[in-house]
C-alpha cells in the first residue's frame, strides 16, 4: 500500500488552505502551486513547498495540466489533490497524473468521465432502481420527436446542456412556441461553452428543493453515506446557503436517498469522496440530477453533523485504506449551517463586486469556522470565482445553529467590498428559512434589493470597525478603564448600529 508523503494542491484561494490543514495535520507535506494574482496568498505561505504556474489567467496556470504534473515529478510529490473547480472533474487530467506515475486524489478517471455526462450518468445508473426526473435520456437529435416529449413530459420543462456544470447551460421552455427557438440557443450555448453540443429534456419541477448525499468509497467496493445537505438557497442555479441535516429530510426518506446515493456510486465502481444530487419536488418525490466527482465546496456542514474530515478520508483512501467506519457507525449529531460569503452585491443583482479588502475582521467561538484564503488588506483578483470565504456554524439543533449564525455574521466585518453576508443573514432571519417551508426560488419570492436598506454602507462599517477597536483598546489593562457609563453609551451605539 502506497504511503502518501507529499500532495501538491492543484488549486487556490480557501479550499487549498483547508486541505492543507488537514495534511499538515497528518504529518504529510504540501506542496502549494500559484498564479502571479496569488503570489503573496495565504495558501502559498502555509504550504511547505510552493511552485510559479504563471500569469494570473486560469488558462495560463491553474489550468495547465502538463506544467502542473511537470512540477508534481520533479517535486517528488507522491499525490496530486485537485480540490474543487478547475482540474477536479477533468478525466484526462486525472488520467495523465495516473499514467506519470503520481496518485489523483479522486476517483478513477472513467468514474469522472462517466458522471462528466449528465446524460452518461442517467444511463450508467439505469440498472439501479434509482428515480430519474421525467425526460429524455438521449441526446435531442429530431426536433419533432423532441416536441412529442416534450408534450408528454409536461409544459413547462427544461432543456440541459448534457455536458453543463455551475448552474449554466439550462433553459426553461414554457409552452410548445418557444421549444424551437430555446432548443436552437441551448445547442449553440452548450457548444461553445462546454465543447458539447448534446442537450436533453427534463420535467421542470416548479418549486424543488436541491438535496444531496455526500458519499464515501474505498478502493475494495465499501461505500457509506454521510447523510444530506440541503442546498436550496440558491442564485442563478447555485448554492449560497447549505446546512444538514436538511429541515424536511425524514429518517426513512434519508435512508432510501441514501440507498440510491450508496446505488449511484456503485454503478461508476466509485472511490473517493463524492456528491449525489437530488432535487425534490413539492410532494416529496426525490430524482437524481448528477453526481459531483470530487469534494464539495459545502463539505463542512457534513463534517460537523459527523464529525469526520472529508480531506483525511480522501487521503486514507487515495492510499489504499479500508474505511475505517460502516453505515452503522456514522450519525447525525447537531446541526451545521453554512453561509458562502462571495464578493458579490446583493442589492445589484449579486453582480461581482472585486476589489480590497480594507477591513477582514473574522468571527470566532465555539461552534464557528471559517475557511477563507484571504487577509485584511489583499485585493480579490478579477481572475477567479468571486467566493473569499465560507462561514459555517454548528450548534446542537437548526434554532440554535441559525442564532449562531446570525451572531457570527454580525460579528465579520468586511469593508472595501460588498458581499453576500448580509443577504445571510435575511435569510437567516426569515419566517420561511426558519420554517425549514422554502425552495429554490426563495430569492424570486422573498428577496428584493429592499429587503437589505437598513443594513450597513461600507462607509458606516469601517465606522463600526473603527470604533469596536477603539473600545477594545479603551478597555485593555494598559488603559484607563472606561467608566459604566461610557461604557454604556459605546455599547447602545453599537447596539443601535448593529440593529438598525
Ligand atoms: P449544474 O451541473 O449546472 O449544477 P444541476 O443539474 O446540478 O446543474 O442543477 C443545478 C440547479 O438547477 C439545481 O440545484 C436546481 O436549482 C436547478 N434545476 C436543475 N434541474 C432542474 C429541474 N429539472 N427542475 C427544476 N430545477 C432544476
Known sequence: MPKIKKILIANRGEIALRIMRTLHEMGIISVAVFSDADRNSPHVSFADEAAYLGPSP??????????????SKALKVDAIHPGY????????????????????????????EIMGSKLAAKKAVSQYDIPLVPGTDEPISDLIEAKKIAKEVGYPILIKASAGGGGKGMRIVENED???????????????SFGDGAVFIEKYISSPRHIEIQILGDQHGNIVHLFERECSIQRRHQKVIEEAPSAIVTPSMRQKMG????????????????????????????????????????????????????????????????????QEELSINGHAIETRVYAEDPQNNFLPDIGKLHTYKRPEGPGIRVDDGFEEGMDIPIYYDPMIAKLICFDEDREKCIEKMIRAINGYIITGIESTLPFAKYVMNHASFRSGEFDTKFIEKYFTPENLKTSFTNDEKAILAALSSFIIQQSSPQNQPLTQQQLKEKTNWTKRKKSG
Open 85 to 112: 473547480g478547475f482540474l477536479s472533474e477533468n478525466a484526462a487530467f486525472a488520467q495523465k497524473v495516473q499514467a506519470a506515475g503520481i496518485i489523483f486524489i479522486g476517483p478513477s478517471p472513467t468514474a469522472i
Open 259 to 326: 440507498i440510491a446515493a450508496i446505488n449511484v456510486a456503485k454503478a461508476c465502481s466509485y472511490h473517493g469522496a463524492g456528491t449525489v444530487e437530488f432535487i425534490v419536488d413539492e410532494k416529496l418525490n426525490f430524482y437524481f440530477l448528477e453526481m459531483n466527482t470530487r469534494l464539495q465546496v459545502e463539505h463542512p456542514v457534513t463534517e460537523f453533523i459527523t464529525g469526520k474530515d472529508l480531506v483525511r478520508e480522501q487521503v486514507l483512501i487515495a492510499e489504499g485504506k479500508t474505511l475505517s467506519f460502516n
Open 178 to 192: 418557444e421549444f424551437e427557438e430555446q432548443l436552437q440557443r441551448a445547442v449553440s450555448e452548450a457548444q461553445s
Open 58 to 71: 486560469s488558462k495560463e496556470s491553474y489550468l495547465l495540466q502538463d506544467k502542473i504534473i511537470e512540477l
